[in-house]
């Protein structure tokens, strides 16, 4: 109750600063172009899902790399041999297509061969300043003579990750040449990309844009034979056949006359002659020199521009271009001509990049979501102000300023960070606000059980602050565990949800105790009461003194056999799972013309695709729709193009796409093991925290009812059929935290106890600390209620799944915690301390403070 004025200074600073950062967020761009300069000025970032954009994880196609090598290889072994040492050889590829094997005409060269071949070895690492590398061939010989060169797999995986690098670096050009704003690039494991362009819901251009290769090359054409002679005849030494952009084919040279890589401009024009959109391009000086070159010698002959590995042109030569420049003509339109001048001047993909993972929004439905995410905590921060107010009067009154502070410090710290704010992060804010005030009720209760055994008021505050800071601290942490397990192993808008709940949870720690003390001090040294009325409203009266091991047995019969049936429907209906765990497609649809959304004809029009199993329902109002395609056969790329053909489908019809999301199987497998490692960690984690902080049996108790209410709400998903995402992970990570957060109440209250009553049998010892915490545990439910009901009905259909499941959750923590937690500590062995001395010789009291 004494505050020094440096605690009271930190306060206020602490205050200042959280509002000062907080304030950008909440200001449109000509404001926070007016905020003094001196301040701060960045704002937290709106996730996708709140402002719109696409989301693309994309993946480096290993066995692209591969063959690309391959090809490499074997010229480089025609060129070592046959060129540079005359000695005559057959290369083919070796069955599994990673390397060559080589048969010498003459087997007496083979010493000399081998000692070719080895000067072809290098080195590959993923980092300029890494040093040394791995060797990236291993030479051999088969059972027949055949001399090999095959590819290792370290330097395949040391060659993939630095094509990511370099990847990275082209996708950021592509990107910046769009003019967006703010986009997000990085680096995902060894192998992956993931990019997000807020504003750009455009994702098919953007797909187009990022994915193409753009290896641009120039080749001779191959003289007097057509490719389907050469099929016919057998292709000629160094040669090879591509498609052509008129759907016929050509047959050219494998060496690249020239590559992309020495032009340094392209520029979308108009060929006035012909009337149609060309691409321009200039070569730099080593460029024009040597296309220069190439033009004068082959006057006459045919030379093939190629896109990758796709003939655009091939014109004959009329005339030496000394000028280092050319143009590119093919079907363009204006549109794809402007998006190939960018794709050349930003340059080539090092690599191909498949598309393993899309979510695109709409800006329409972004800002249904902030609206969606704003009525919902408006609505949830009034009902629980309002019912702090009325619980707890004046007190309540001091909770609720430590509670609006609280929401400063959490926006103040996601601009600081420059943290995403995600639709399902506005609901771990408005979780929050349930959760914050827990910290004051405990603090609250126990002043009114401390004034209550005798106390003076002065005594009662510090006494009832001090009791119950550990109490809060062990709560809080199994809540922050919880958390951390779900930013790590999350990912996307799940991961926005984690960082809002553990930063609502750490600054609570602050709001609800030092700031709510320092009100409450200022407060006691004003008016200096005689008497303390904390409490106006409860919902368990005074004198309550339930028996609850007396129900036990009756408890525990019927949370085995809903348990069995958790689980009995899980095998035997099992989930609706959504397109995270079982890859596939997601679109969402809003009928535009007046009248509801058609689900039959969306249904008729998706069946003709023939798609595949496509699932066609209702989603949130009558004109949104939600249209499932299951994943198809042909892997990532053949779920882009189910994709496509329904976006083209649809855009003939009165519906705009308001959101996509496309996972893919590799994608969906890794995102299913995730969420079950997250899960698994999480309770060993908080397993380890109980059992250091409390005896093993309060930890195995807890985990057991924990594990109960896991089982319960999984149940849930599978009765009624709710989609079950990566979300529900998120859901039953954070009922983790919340169900050990009234089991590890309650047991502090039985550990308190035993110190006590060392007298007491233990079933009675265990009523007594129920009973003396149920006012507690009643009213933190109550106020989470409050704040989850909101979300339920006003956050939205995309998060509607989650928060149903947390509001269920939540009951059903409740329940375990009060009924099914106490009697499982006798099963498990708890002992009376009869060997400790008691610390207290006053009788115990129930909740109203009277003797038992």
């Known amino acids: 109750m004494q505050f020094s004025p440096i605690r009271t200074a930190i306060i206020a600073i602490v205050a200042i600063v959280g509002l000062l950062l907080a304030i950008p967020t909440f200001l449109s761009k000509d404001q926070l172009a007016a905020w003094p300069g001196f301040l701060p000025h960045q704002a937290a970032v709106l ?62 060269q083979k010493d000399a061969a081998v000692a070719a071949l080895a000067t072809l070895q290098n080195t590959v690492s993923n980092s300029m300043f890494a040093v040394g590398g791995v060797n990236e061939l291993e030479f051999g010989e088969t059972p027949d003579g055949k001399l090999t060169a095959n590819l290792t797999d370290q330097g395949v995986a040391e060659r993939m990750s630095s094509l990511v690098a370099q990847s990275m670096e082209v996708i950021r050009k592509r990107v910046d040449e769009l003019g967006t704003t703010e986009p997000s690039i990085q680096r995902q494991g060894t192998d992956r990309v993931l990019v997000q362009v807020p504003g750009f819901a455009d994702s098919t251009r953007l797909k187009d844009i990022i994915s193409r290769t753009a290896r641009l090359t120039f080749h001779m054409v191959y003289p007097g034979l057509t490719a389907d002679q050469a099929d016919a005849q057998g292709l000629p030494a160094g040669t090879f056949i591509l498609p052509s952009n008129d759907g016929g084919r050509e047959l050219l040279y494998e060496d690249v006359a020239i590559g992309g890589e020495s032009l340094v ?96 929004v709409g800006p329409s439905l972004g800002a249904d979501s902030i609206r969606s995410g704003l009525t919902a905590g408006v609505v949830a921060a009034v009902a629980v102000v309002t ?11 001091f909770a609720n300023v430590s509670l609006v502070l609280n929401i400063v410090l959490i926006f103040g710290a996601l601009s600081a960070l420059g943290a995403t704010l995600t639709l399902p992060g506005i609901a771990g804010i408005v979780l929050t606000i349930g959760m914050a005030v827990d910290a004051n009720v405990l603090i609250y209760e126990r002043i009114r059980e401390e004034q209550k055994a005798g106390r003076t008021p002065l005594q009662a505050i510090n006494a009832g602050f001090a009791r119950a800071w550990g109490t809060i601290i062990d709560s809080h942490l199994t809540q922050l565990i919880a958390a951390i397990v779900l930013y790590f192993l999350g990912s996307g808008p ?37 008497t303390l009325r904390i409490q106006h409203f409860r919902f368990i009266p005074d004198g309550t003194n339930i028996n609850f091991m007396k129900i036990s047995h ?15 429907s899980a095998v035997v209906k099992g989930f609706n799972f959504g397109i995270d765990f079982k890859g596939g497609s997601a679109i969402e649809v809003q009928h535009t013309a007046d009248g509801p959304a058609d689900p039959a004809r969306l249904r008729e029009i998706m069946d003709s695709l023939q798609l595949g199993d496509v ?65 698994l960690i999480s309770l060993s984690a908080i397993l380890i925290y109980v059992w250091f902080r409390f005896e093993w049996q309060f930890a195995l108790a807890a985990i057991t009812t924990t594990t109960h209410d896991i089982i319960m709400t999984i149940g849930l998903y599978s009765i009624t059929g709710l989609e079950f995402n990566l979300t529900s992970i998120a859901a039953v990570l954070t009922l983790v935290g919340l169900s050990l957060n009234e089991t590890v109440v309650i047991s502090d209250r039985i550990r308190e106890n035993l110190r006590k009553y060392k007298k007491m049998p233990l079933p009675e010892l265990i009523n007594l600390s129920i009973n003396q915490t149920i006012v507690r545990t009643s ?57 400790q001395p008691a610390d207290d010789k006053s009788k115990p009291r129930t909740n109203d403070g009277a003797a038992v």
């Open 47 to 108: 996730g996708l899902d709140l402002q719109g954009g696409s989301h693309l994880l994309l993946q480096v196609n290993r066995q692209g790399i591969v063959t690309e090598r391959v090809g490499e290889l074997r010229r480089d072994v025609r060129t070592v041999l046959a060129n540079d040492n005359g000695i005559g050889n057959l290369i083919t590829l070796d069955a599994a297509g990673n390397g060559i094997e080589v048969e010498l005409t003459d087997p007496t």
């Open 387 to 397: 019912f702090m107010v009325v619980a707890y009067g004046l007190f309540g009154l």
């Open 779 to 835: 009213l933190t439910a109550f106020t989470i209620f409050l704040a989850l009901i909101p979300l339920v009905l006003f956050g939205g259909e995309v998060i509607r799944g989650f928060t149903i499941a947390m509001t269920f959750g939540v009951f059903v923590g409740t329940y375990s915690s009060i009924i099914v937690g106490g009697p499982i500590l006798i099963f498990f062995g708890l002992k009376a301390r009869a060997d």
């Open 554 to 568: 009756y408890v525990i019969i019927f949370s085995i056999v809903m348990s069995v049936l958790s689980v009995g």
């Open 615 to 679: 699932q066609v329902q209702g989603f949130g109002t009558p004109e949104d729709a939600l249209i499932r395609i299951e994943a198809q056969p042909g892997g990532d790329m053949a779920q882009q193009e189910a994709v496509n053909k329904a976006r083209d489908a649809l855009s003939t019809e009165n519906y705009e796409i308001r959101r996509t999301e496309i996972v893919g199987p590799s994608v969906s497998g890794e995102l299913a093991f995730a969420g079950i490692v997250a899960l």
């Open 494 to 530: 799940v991961q926005g949800f984690a960082v809002t709940l553990g930063l609502g949870i750490l600054t609570s720690l602050f709001t609800a105790y030092t700031v709510t003390l320092f009100m409450v001090g200022i407060w006691f040294r004003a008016r200096r009461p005689k």
């Open 265 to 360: 401009d392209s520029q979308p024009s108009y060929d006035s002659q012909r009337g149609i959109p060309v691409v321009s391009f200039r070569f730099d000086t080593r460029g024009a020199v040597t296309f220069g070159q190439i033009t004068s010698a082959n006057i006459g002959k045919r030379f093939a521009i190629v896109l990758d590995n796709q003939v655009i042109t091939a014109p004959v030569i009329q005339s030496a271009i000394t000028q280092g420049t050319g143009q590119i003509s093919g079907s363009f339109t204006t549109q794809s001509a402007n998006d190939l001048a960018v794709l050349l001047r930003a340059g080539a993909l090092p690599a191909s990049l498949d598309i393993v993972e899309e979510r695109s």
